[in-house]
């Protein structure tokens, strides 16, 4: 979300928004409806906002996480309705943050600022510990309290001070003396302990390692190992106070002390105190001593044993910290379901990749960017339950971590998912793709057998290595979803045509609207034909989009997005609309009327369809037209897809009054047993069998299925016809009705009314 102490993840289908605030603020609600907004954009399709099908997006949980100084609750809520102005009733939009109170009970508290400087520990030490360990701990030992303190008014004023290295110490433990921070050790020991250097051991690598190290002669030291270890400390147990008597000078070098011994203050003696701390490691404190022989042989070493042991708290405490910084971060990068890489992560991942390609000049390495969904995967979740599609989106998951020649993949949501690939060309991946993802299609019809799951799969070769992700994606998206309005289960290569035809489909979406309101979108009537007299008896209705400067935008172009965003709908009823008015005008002018037949989309019979046949005959009613005169096209796709469905939705027509067409029949997979299933008055033969009468060899085929369909269905049309010669052979068949260009093309219907009514 752009911020570092705001996170956003998704965990078993919820939506978490956390943030950490240390100012009391009652706008979080304001702010995390803004950021949930930026969050969904990021998770849904906008298209599909547009679709009659319910968006699914996960359960928003807003948490925010407060160590200010106003004293609130321990936990509270913020609602947005606390902002409206001039609320009545109920609210309709409401937001709820839940505000948990990091902050120390006030008992402990007060213990607390009881034995430091209050705004101190409030600014600089409180932030530290918060969530690390409890006020118990900060209560009992007095002395760890007051290293913590020590060591951050070193760092603090080397951080933010820019002081050197020795002001800042001095400063240090003079405030600490002054305040009563360790300031018995400081004063008894401050002339005799020159440094302090903390140091982790590691048994097993036998070396170790200085992390902290504070001198009032040199520098601060980081991660400088150490090695070899003198086998006195090596060999020593926790707890015990080591005294390294041998001052040899090669000794201190190896212990990073040489700037200890300056002109003729020379170290003269060294003590460690062993401690244990988190991770199976051990620690040493050391302790240097100036112009002074067997000091240590005389001095509390209880004293130092005790500031080792506050030491491995602290360390261990510090430890603690690394790894769960390092968790978060691995759960900021994990989908918590699969285990692959969320979005932002592989993104980042992903451009490393390409980025170390480029600037080591192997160029000669091919990538790819997969997108692919699940084909019907809605389907699984809604009949078989959650847990089961969570099964197949882990399985699926596995399969893609166990091959070697994927290199990144990615459960950006639901069931999409996006791989890299790497191979020596662009037929390569395309090979591997293919024998993959037919792999696994056959993997999961063997494991899963309530139906064919199917994968829709998009592949965007990146030429340019410094593109842009955000475009890499879309372009493997535009791809994907190329497969899916074809039917799915299919894989599909990015073109740079494909944007263009994109863009093009944004552009139309964009315009529809005001088009249909200005009047661009007319209604184009074809006239249907008995073969044998050829007088008119009926007409198909049409749309066509004409411009106001004059461009006719024909259906191929423009129907295929609006079916996609679901618009579509809005089209067939006003087409429909624009229809019932022509035959409202023609039957107050006392014309005959005739069955006119009318597309309608499969986007209507989805979610909700059995309303579809009410406001067709509401709408009849309307304009006082008897529904036997209206005659609703569905294509044969249709059917085949929402048989069940559709069967409902067709009897409730049929009961209404209306005739019901299948358009478009030979075009799909159903059978003839479908279409006796089917409460259709009219089959309309694709004009794809209408050309095979010009062949001789498949005449025969066009009769017979031609019969059959007419044995089972009251009327059979042909559509298509454009020759005498396809004329005659219907005839000779029996058949009685077609329409095509021999007779008339599609006309306005204004045209339409001149020349027939």
Same mark, same amino acid.
């Given at each position: 979300m752009g911020m570092k102490n705001d996170l956003a993840f998704i965990m078993d289908t919820n939506l978490y928004l956390y943030e950490h605030q240390s100012t009391y603020n009652p706008n979080m609600p304001l702010r995390d409806l803004f950021y949930i907004c930026s969050e969904y /954009?990021? @998770?849904?399709? +906008?298209?599909? @906002?547009?679709?009659?099908?319910? /968006?699914?997006?996960? !359960?928003?949980? *807003?948490? %925010?996480?407060?160590?200010?100084?106003?004293?609130?609750?321990?936990?509270?809520?913020?609602?947005?309705?606390?902002?409206?102005?001039?609320?009545?009733?109920?609210?309709?939009?409401?937001?709820?943050?839940?505000?948990?109170?990091?902050?120390? !009970?006030? %008992?402990?508290?007060?213990?607390?600022?009881?034995?430091?400087?209050?705004?101190? *520990?409030?600014?600089?030490?409180?932030?530290a510990i918060n969530g690390l360990f409890t006020d118990n701990i900060l209560n009992r030992c007095k002395s760890l309290r007051d290293y913590m303190t020590f060591v951050t008014k070193v760092r603090n004023k080397m951080d933010l001070s820019s002081l050197d290295v020795r002001t800042s110490v001095i400063e240090a433990v003079d405030e600490c003396i002054k305040d009563d921070v360790l300031s018995d050790f400081f004063i008894k020991h401050r002339d005799e302990v020159i440094d302090v250097s903390i140091f982790e051991y590691d048994e097993e690598l036998s070396k170790m390692t200085l992390t902290n190290y504070w001198s009032t002669f040199g520098q601060i030291y980081e991660k400088n190992v150490i090695k070899p270890i003198r086998t006195e400390v090596a060999e020593a147990g926790s707890g015990d106070f080591v005294i390294l008597n041998d001052t040899d000078e090669t000794h201190y070098q190896r212990l990073s002390l040489e700037n200890w011994n300056t002109g003729e203050e020379r170290i003269t003696q060294i003590a460690v105190a062993k401690f244990e701390c988190s991770g199976n490691r051990t620690g040493g404190l050391y302790f240097g001593v100036r112009n002074r022989q067997n000091y240590f042989e005389n001095a509390d070493r209880t004293t130092f044993c005790e500031l080792a042991r506050i030491t491995s708290v602290f360390v261990s405490l510090r430890n603690k910290l690394r790894d769960d910084q390092k968790e978060i971060r691995h759960l900021q990068n994990i989908d918590q379901l699969t285990g692959l890489y969320n979005l932002e992560a592989f993104k980042n991942k992903m451009n490393n990749i390409l980025s170390e390609t480029w600037n080591t000049g192997k160029e000669q390495e091919h990538y790819a960017l997969i997108h692919a969904d699940i084909d019907k995967f809605s389907y699984v979740n809604e009949n078989y339950g959650q847990q089961t599609g969570d099964t197949i989106l882990k399985d699926f998951a596995a399969r893609l971590m166990k091959n070697s020649r994927i290199l990144l993949a990615c459960r950006m949501y639901s069931d999409y998912f996006i791989l890299l690939l790497k191979g020596k060309d662009q037929a390569e991946i395309e090979k591997l793709v293919a024998w993959g993802t037919e792999y696994y299609e056959q993997k999961l019809k063997k494991k899963y057998p309530f139906g064919t799951l199917r994968l829709s799969v998009g592949i965007c070769h990146i030429e340019n290595l410094n593109e842009k992700f955000d475009t890499i994606l879309e372009s493997?998206? #535009?791809?994907? +979803?190329?497969?899916?309005? /074809?039917?799915?289960?299919?894989?599909?290569?990015? +073109?740079? %045509? #494909?944007?263009?035809?994109?863009?093009?489909?944004? $552009?139309?979406?964009?315009?529809?609207?005001?088009? #249909? $309101? /200005?009047?661009?979108?007319?209604?184009? @009537? $074809?006239?249907?034909?008995?073969?044998?007299?050829?007088?008119?008896?009926?007409?198909?209705? @049409?749309?066509?989009?004409?411009?106001?400067?004059?461009? #006719?935008?024909m259906p191929g172009r423009f129907v295929p997005p609006l079916e996609n965003t679901g618009y579509v709908v809005d089209l067939d009823f006003y087409i429909y609309e624009q229809l019932l008015r022509a035959m409202r005008r023609w039957k107050q002018a006392g014309k005959e009327l005739f069955t006119i037949s009318t597309n309608f989309s499969r986007r209507n019979f989805e979610n909700g369809s059995r309303n579809f046949a009410d406001r067709l005959k509401r709408m009849a009613d309307h304009y006082g037209i008897d529904p036997k005169y209206i005659e609703v096209e569905v294509t044969e796709s249709v059917v085949v897809e929402n048989v069940d469905e559709l069967k409902v939705v067709l009897a409730e027509l049929e009961k209404s009054g209306f005739r019901i067409a299948i358009d478009d029949f030979g075009t799909g997979y159903s059978s003839l047993g479908v279409l006796l299933e089917i409460p259709a008055d009219v089959v309309k033969i694709d004009k794809t069998f209408t050309d095979r009468i010009n062949l001789e060899e498949q005449r025969n085929f066009v009769s017979q299925m031609g019969n059959f369909i007419h044995s089972a269905k009251e009327e059979v049309i042909f559509e298509g016809i454009e020759t005498e010669e396809q004329l005659q052979f219907l005839c000779s068949c029996g058949f009685l009705y077609g329409q095509g260009y021999l007779f008339d093309r599609p006309i306005p219907l204004k045209e339409f009314e001149r020349k027939y009514m």
């Open positions: /954009q990021k @998770l849904v399709d +906008k298209k599909s @906002l547009f679709s009659s099908t319910l /968006q699914k997006i996960p !359960a928003p949980n *807003f948490i %925010e996480f407060y160590n200010g100084s106003t004293v609130i609750s321990d936990c509270t809520e913020l609602r947005l309705s606390s902002a409206f102005e001039c609320l009545t009733g109920e609210p309709k939009l409401e937001l709820i943050v839940t505000v948990i109170n990091l902050n120390p !009970a006030e %008992e402990a508290t007060d213990i607390i600022h009881s034995t430091t400087n209050d705004n101190f *520990f409030d600014n600089n030490i409180r932030p493997a998206n #535009m791809a994907r +979803k190329l497969v899916k309005e /074809q039917g799915g289960a299919g894989i599909c290569v990015y +073109k740079e %045509e #494909m944007r263009a035809k994109r863009d093009d489909e944004i $552009q139309i979406t964009g315009r529809f609207y005001g088009a #249909m $309101q /200005q009047g661009e979108l007319e209604v184009y @009537l $074809q006239p249907k034909f008995n073969l044998k007299d050829r007088k008119i008896y009926g007409a198909e209705a @049409l749309a066509r989009w004409r411009t106001k400067s004059g461009e #006719m935008i």
